[in-house]
Nanobody, 121 residues
Framework: QVQLVESGGGLVQAGGSLRVSCAVS????????MAWYRQPPGKQRELVALKSSGGITNYADSVKGRFTISRDNAKNTVYLQMNSLKPEDTAVYYC???????????????WGQGTQVTVSS
C-alpha cells in the first residue's frame, strides 16, 4: 500500500522561501513520475510541478522560475522548494504519484493529507 506524507508547510511572509517534503512508502510499481498539486481556498486543485524518473520537469506558468521540484531516491522523498513566495501561492499543497507519457501527466489516486502553506502580504 502506497502512503504519502507531506510536511514542511507553514506561514511565511511574501518574498520568503519554504520547502515542503513528501515521504513516500510502499511499492510504487510502474509509476514513473511524481508531482505537486495545490488547492487554494475555494478553488480547484491544480498541478504545480512534476518530475519524471527520466529527469523531465514541468512547472505551472505561475511558479516557473520560483519553484523547484526535486527528489531524493535514497530517502524516497520528493521536495518542492518555493522561493519568492506570493500571497496567491497560499494553498494546501499535495504530492502525487503518476505516469508521465508523451508530454502529459496522468495522476494515480495516491494522495497525501496535504500541508498548508500561507503567504502573508
Amino acid at each position: 500500500q502506497v502512503q504519502l506524507v507531506e510536511s514542511g508547510g507553514g506561514l511565511v511572509q511574501a518574498g520568503g522561501s519554504l520547502r515542503v517534503s513528501c515521504a513516500v512508502s510502499g511499492s510504487i510499481g510502474s509509476i514513473n513520475a511524481m508531482a505537486w498539486y495545490r488547492q487554494p481556498p475555494g478553488k480547484q486543485r491544480e498541478l504545480v510541478a512534476l518530475k519524471s524518473s527520466g529527469g523531465i520537469t514541468n512547472y505551472a506558468d505561475s511558479v516557473k522560475g520560483r519553484f523547484t521540484i526535486s527528489r531524493d531516491n535514497a530517502k524516497n522523498t520528493v521536495y518542492l522548494q518555493m522561493n519568492s513566495l506570493k500571497p496567491e501561492d497560499t494553498a494546501v499543497y499535495y504530492c502525487n504519484l503518476g505516469m508521465y507519457l508523451s508530454g502529459k501527466y496522468g495522476p494515480f489516486n495516491y494522495w497525501g493529507q496535504g500541508t498548508q502553506v500561507t503567504v502573508s502580504s
